[in-house]
């Protein structure tokens, strides 16, 4: 793809997924495994409260849910940035091997999102077969499974983006 055929929408995300200020938060493999770790202990704890919201109307969980929320969207640009934007960029912004890279992730996130669904489906099943009652867990299974849906394509690509490599000046 070339400049002339991106937007100005299009040249603005490419340089805002492309900044380096914080690099260094990113910049090894097991820094981005602790970025993706707490993202998704921070989405476990923002699906909960939300569900405490809308199924046990508590009022504390509204402000948790507004606590966590800079946190959460502060680790998301973490992680976008040690991607420099695959998922988020146009598919004409990309290059090809970009291109095949979110292909790779993507089937990655499917692979993932199976085995998950699959456990879901043999733990319900159980539950169902040991006489556990599970007309309260439906809506908020459904959505936990939902939001990990949602971002698991996000989570592998923060766990497979590659360490950036070191410039010649910095030898």
């Known amino acids: ?5 991106l937007t100005g929408y299009d040249r603005r995300m490419v340089a805002l997924m492309n900044r380096r200020e914080g690099a260094p938060i990113y910049a090894t493999a097991a820094r981005r495994r602790t970025v993706v770790g707490v993202h998704i202990a921070l ?5 909960t409260a939300w569900l405490f919201t809308v199924v046990g109307e508590e009022r504390w969980a509204v402000w948790t849910l507004l ?14 940035a040690s991607t ?6 146009r598919a004409r912004a990309l290059d090809e091997r970009q291109r095949a890279e979110k292909n790779a992730v993507a089937a990655r996130a499917h692979r993932a999102m199976f085995w998950l ?10 539950a169902w077969c040991a006489g556990v009652d599970l007309k309260g867990l439906v809506f908020p299974v459904l959505f ?8 698991m394509p996000l ?6 983006a590659q360490d950036d490599l070191a410039d010649e000046d910095d030898v």
């Open 1 to 5: 793809m070339t400049e002339g055929q």
């Open 43 to 47: 989405t476990a704890a923002e699906i």
């Open 67 to 80: 606590g966590l929320l800079l946190p959460w969207c502060l680790a998301t640009g973490v992680i976008n």
């Open 84 to 89: 420099r934007g695959l998922l988020e960029l």
């Open 117 to 126: 669904l699959l456990g879901a489906t043999v733990g319900v099943g159980g």
């Open 144 to 151: 936990a499974v939902f939001v990990t849906h949602w971002l």
């Open 155 to 160: 989570w592998v690509a923060g766990l497979a």
